[in-house]
């Protein structure tokens, strides 16, 4: 039994040894806002907030978030910031296919809360989620309408 907090809640689960967050979070606990994408570590559909640090949950074993706080995009509008990135990421019109977008507004709640006016170069080292539609302009856009 693995006991893990996602948004506030806690859960006791039945993983496996080793299992990814993402499937305890997706297949075990039926949250399906996180996507799945490359299933090693480098596209950052994935990304979820690990007391409040951007991590990509494909690649993190379910038991080695025991007793920290994971934080979901289906919770991200609980957070003021986290509600200021979803409207920006709405005004600026930015998804398109909008696979990767979860991942890409939490990587961005996490920088804002992390560095309330990033420069543009701050915005490009953290914004390094891949997007197949190369939606990285209005990404950044979002990211500094959601700064003011
Ligand atoms: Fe986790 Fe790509 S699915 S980084």
């Known amino acids: 039994m693995t006991r893990i907090t996602i948004n506030d809640t806690e859960h006791e689960i039945e993983a496996d040894e080793g299992m990814p967050l993402l499937w305890a979070i997706r ?3 039926g949250m399906t806002g996180t996507k799945y994408g490359c299933g090693i570590g480098m596209c950052g559909a994935c990304t979820v907030l690990v007391d409040g640090v951007p991590t990509r949950s494909c690649s993190l074993p379910v038991e080695a978030v025991e007793g920290q706080s994971i934080t979901t995009i289906e919770a991200i509008e609980e957070d003021a910031v986290g509600r200021r990135v979803v409207e920006a990421w ?3 019109q930015v998804p398109q296919c909008g696979y990767c977008q ?3 507004v939490m990587a961005a709640t996490a920088l804002l809360k992390d560095n309330a006016a990033p420069s543009d170069a701050d915005i490009a080292d953290a914004m390094s989620n891949l997007c197949r539609c190369g939606t ?8 500094r309408d959601a700064a003011q």
């Not at 990285?136 to 990211?143: S, T």
């Open 90 to 92: 709405v005004t600026n």
């Open 102 to 104: 979860s991942g890409q």
């Open 27 to 29: 297949d075990i606990l």
């Open 136 to 143: 990285y302009n209005a990404i950044a856009a979002a990211v």
